[in-house]
């Protein structure tokens, strides 16, 4: 191409945009268009049917809980979707002091104890890992990075709790799954991405690891600690195969055990397991209202954890 073309060329392009500036025409990219109102019609239809589709079942199952017989019978004994007269003895007779309320106190202890111990040990390591110099950080990183790709068997693992004469033990439910290598990195990279500059003027003033980690990072930190906590949370809350593995005595069960036995397995429930003398409401209300006592719990911790929830797990999105 000559000399000569390529000015025209040149002065083609700035003559387009020229123009463009003076009508105050802007191209923007797609992604920012309006959508045409069939495409937001088809987006509020398919956000509609997937809210019904978690709506509708939650809801048959807080009113099949209080529901009466009468009730349920007039639904051939299955699932309602209108509980009619509210009637609350399936709730009075599992939590009357039975099996389901000693599981419940069983796993909100093992839960809040285990989640407070989770996030201890991994805001600790985390902060360790993240540490430029620190003694033996490096080939502890690639240890956690590998317990990320290579998990232990279930036989091996199982050999070691009852080596260590965890079996039948509460903390059997605790000390196997206490760290998780994933949430150590993601805690990790958050750590990374503080100011280094707090670090050091903390450092220069005399302040020990201890000190900063307790006065500085912990309170920056408050978003993926919620994050992550609620995920210890969740886990130990809904700690079933390893209760399963290691409990033995079932009056140490937590609450997925006991939401298994009576209503994944459909195992009837009489009056010595929830300590009643007078007669029980249908088995359909009580599997209910144990499913809803054991759902509800954890769910009551989201509203609190809302305000850091988006900032929490977008971290390590785009940093590792």
Do not use: C
Not at 197 to 210: K, N, P, Q, T, V
């Amino acid at each position: 191409m000559s000399t000569q073309e390529s000015t025209i060329g040149t002065d083609t392009v700035r003559d387009e945009m020229k123009a463009s500036a003076r009508t105050g025409e802007r191209k923007r990219p797609v992604w920012m268009e309006k959508p045409s109102l069939l495409v937001q019609i088809g987006k509020t239809l398919v956000l509609g049917i997937s809210v019904a589709l978690v709506i509708v079942p939650f809801w048959s199952i807080i009113a099949t809980s209080l529901a009466s017989q009468e009730t349920i019978n007039a639904a051939a004994g299955g699932m309602v979707m209108w509980p009619g007269p509210i009637d609350l003895s399936s709730y009075t007779a599992v939590l009357g002091g039975g099996v389901v309320t000693r599981a419940m106190i069983i796993s909100i202890l093992i839960t809040v104890v285990g989640t407070l111990l989770s996030l201890a040990t991994t805001a600790g390591l985390a902060y360790w890992l993240s540490r430029s110099g620190a003694a033996g950080a490096k080939p502890m990183t690639l240890l956690v990075l590998g317990a990320v790709l290579f998990t232990p068997g279930l036989i091996p693992t199982y050999l070691v709790v009852r080596q260590l004469g965890l079996i039948d033990s509460y903390w059997s439910l605790i000390l196997p799954v206490m760290i998780n290598a994933f949430n150590v990195i993601v805690m990790r990279a958050f750590f990374q991405d503080l100011p280094r500059e707090l670090f050091e003027s903390a450092a220069i003033d005399g302040a020990s690891s201890a000190t900063i980690l307790f006065r500085i990072v912990l309170p920056l930190s408050k978003a993926v600690l919620a994050v992550i906590g609620l995920f210890y949370a969740v886990s130990y809350w809904n700690a079933f195969f390893n209760a399963l593995l290691y409990i033995q005595s079932t009056d140490k069960w937590p609450m997925a055990l006991v939401l298994r036995t009576y209503v994944v397995n459909q195992t009837s429930i009489g009056g010595d397991q929830l300590g009643a003398t007078e007669a029980l409401p249908p088995q359909l209300s009580l599997q209910m209202a144990i499913l809803v006592i054991a759902v509800v719990p954890i769910l009551l911790v989201y509203p609190f954890i809302q305000r850091h929830f988006a900032k929490g797990v977008m971290i390590g999105a785009v940093k590792g």
